[in-house]
């Protein structure tokens, strides 16, 4: 069983910043064994991949189109992983429901936001840019 715990969202006006978070515990989770992952969805679009890294530190993968704006890092403890999505110079198109997922995943380079890769899921934080 896997907990994911998101941060609440917010509202920001465009250029400004925000940091998401996401606490995940459980015996699927472990400091070097885990691919965490951001997605997100705005309304009538799919889902799309934003960031993913591997809790060993060894690869992290942020998408094309937030590449340079946003990042994405993490805290570990030995049970548990909380992983950051900062997201700077935002921009009205980045208005979407942002999730947090989870991946028990032994091998780093496979590590990547391709929903797929990925069984365990946060409820959804939502993230509004005005103009």
């Known amino acids: 069983q896997v907990q994911l715990a998101e941060s609440r969202g917010g509202s920001v006006q465009a250029g400004g910043s925000l940091r998401l978070s996401c606490a995940a515990s459980?015996?699927?989770?472990?400091?070097?064994?885990?691919?965490m992952g951001w997605f997100r969805q705005a309304p009538g679009k799919e889902r799309e991949g934003v960031a993913a890294?591997?809790?060993?530190?060894?690869?992290?993968?942020?998408a094309d189109s937030v590449k340079g704006r946003f990042t994405i890092s993490q805290d570990k403890t030995e049970n548990t992983v909380t992983v950051y999505l900062t997201m700077d110079n935002l921009r009205p198109d980045d208005t979407a429901m942002y999730y947090c997922a989870a991946a028990r995943m032994w091998e780093a380079a496979y590590c990547e936001p391709n929903d797929r890769l990925f069984g365990y899921w946060g409820q959804g934080t939502q993230v509004t840019v005005s103009s």
């Open positions: 459980g015996i699927a989770i472990g400091p070097r064994s885990s691919c």
């Open positions: 890294i591997h809790t060993s530190g060894d690869r992290l993968n942020v």
